[in-house]
């Protein structure tokens, strides 16, 4: 089974729980990068980054070298904006057509998730949804124990698939 983890990251906090993920099932990985990120800093990036996502914002991402097609399962993580996934990933979804295809999603916050799976799963409907999982600011707080669960968390996804 081929896999991938597709990801966007604004602080560093969806690339490392990422990273961990890939590692443990030895995926392949995808960063999705925009062609002009958000240059804001302090609370201006939540208001601009919010903003983006509440307007459903689909900006220009880099190319990148990944068929999806190519994938079995998918794990794919977002950072919380708004209550939502972040427009990257939104820019990712809207483009990428993929059916039948294991997804696993996380995300990160800083507060909260949200509603945010029940969105994400609404634009996979054709796919297989096989776990989700958050993290509570994995850089700032309790970062072993977070790595710690994103391993678990991707053992237990990958465990349901050879028990199915």
Known sequence: ?????????????????????????????????????????GIMKYVWGGKAALMNAKPALLPYDKNIQEYDLLF?????????????????????????????????????????????????TQNQILGEADFKDPLKHHTEANLEKAKKWAERIMNTLSTS
């Not at 597709?6 to 062609?35: M, Q």
């Not at 057509?97 to 945010?116: M, R, S, T, W």
């Open 76 to 124: 794919i993580g977002t950072p919380v904006w708004a209550w939502t996934f972040a427009p990257p990933l939104n820019t990712f979804l809207a483009t990428e057509v993929f059916v039948n295809k294991k997804i696993a999603l996380f995300c990160c916050h800083g507060g909260g998730k949200g509603k945010i799976f029940r969105k994400m799963a609404k634009v996979l």
């Open 1 to 41: 089974m081929k896999k991938i983890v597709i990801f966007y990251s604004f602080e560093g906090n969806t690339r490392l729980i990422a990273n961990t993920i890939a590692k443990t099932v030895d995926a392949d990985i995808l960063e999705l990068t925009p062609k002009d990120e958000i240059q804001s800093t």
